[in-house]
T-cell receptor, first 115, second 114 residues
Framework: AQSVAQPEDQVNVAEGNPLTVKCTYS??????LFWYVQYPNRGLQFLLK??????LVKGSYGFEAEFNKSQTSFHLKKPSALVSDSALYFC?????????????FGQGTELSVKP | NAGVTQTPKFQVLKTGQSMTLQCAQD?????MYWYRQDPGMGLRLIYY???????DKGEVPNGYNVSRLNKREFSLRLESAAPSQTSVYFC?????????????FGQGTRLTVV
């Protein structure tokens, strides 16, 4: 069965510093990986996805993520954090082995960026 | 653009009461989902509908039923609410699960069962 884990409940970063939010996954086939962001009292918004191709994926708001097959990871990164990046971030995975498989989310990581 | 619309936004139920959460999307999407969000648990999939006319269980289907009324609408029913069903419920849709497109989410329904 597919699964995804976000090992950190919270990440604290100073504004202007680089940030990383970690995600690891487990699937039977090839993974299709996604990052979403949730602002307070809102639904989730899509940030970026990896389906195939380049391991470094660029997305919205200056975020990028690196797919690492050997480490089964898909960490979210940004070179310079903004206070406005403070939100709840979710990693999600779909398993190619299960054609048309469902989208499964991790537990979420609370990102706090301080001025 | 309305996107994904959920009703109601807030609801308080007594234990044992029933209710239906409504979800509609106007993007002509094929696939729709219901998730619940609880602190420390992230989003857990309750039921999903890959396309009109099909529904399947997710990770936590017990105590819930769903109906894919048509391509636009996907409702979630609690037949006999329990305090453990207190949560924030999100509906989502995407063009098609097999297309690996992005999912669009509603704003959520905050449900409290007392």
């Amino acid at each position: 069965a597919q699964s995804v884990a976000q090992p950190e409940d919270q990440v604290n970063v100073a504004e202007g510093n680089p940030l990383t939010v970690k995600c690891t996954y487990s699937v039977s086939g090839n993974p299709y990986l996604f990052w979403y962001v949730q602002y307070p009292n809102r639904g989730l918004q899509f940030l970026l996805k990896y389906i195939t191709g380049d391991n470094l994926v660029k997305g919205s708001y200056g975020f990028e993520a690196e797919f690492n097959k050997s480490q089964t990871s898909f960490h979210l990164k940004k070179p310079s954090a903004l206070v406005s990046d403070s939100a709840l971030y979710f990693c999600a995975v779909r398993d190619s082995y299960n054609q048309g498989g469902k989208l499964i989310f991790g537990q979420g990581t609370e990102l706090s960026v301080k001025p | 653009n309305a996107g994904v619309t959920q009703t109601p936004k807030f609801q308080v139920l007594k234990t044992g009461q029933s209710m239906t959460l409504q979800c509609a999307q106007d993007m002509n999407h094929n696939s729709m989902y219901w998730y619940r969000q609880d602190p420390g648990m992230g989003l857990r999939l309750i039921y999903y509908s890959a396309s009109e006319g099909t529904t399947d269980k997710g990770e936590v289907p017990n105590g819930y039923n769903v109906s894919r009324l048509n391509k636009r609408e996907f409702s979630l029913r609690l037949e006999s609410a329990a305090p453990s069903q207190t949560s924030v419920y999100f509906c989502a849709s995407e063009k098609g699960m097999w297309m690996n497109t992005e999912a669009f989410f509603g704003q959520g329904t905050r449900l409290t069962v007392v």
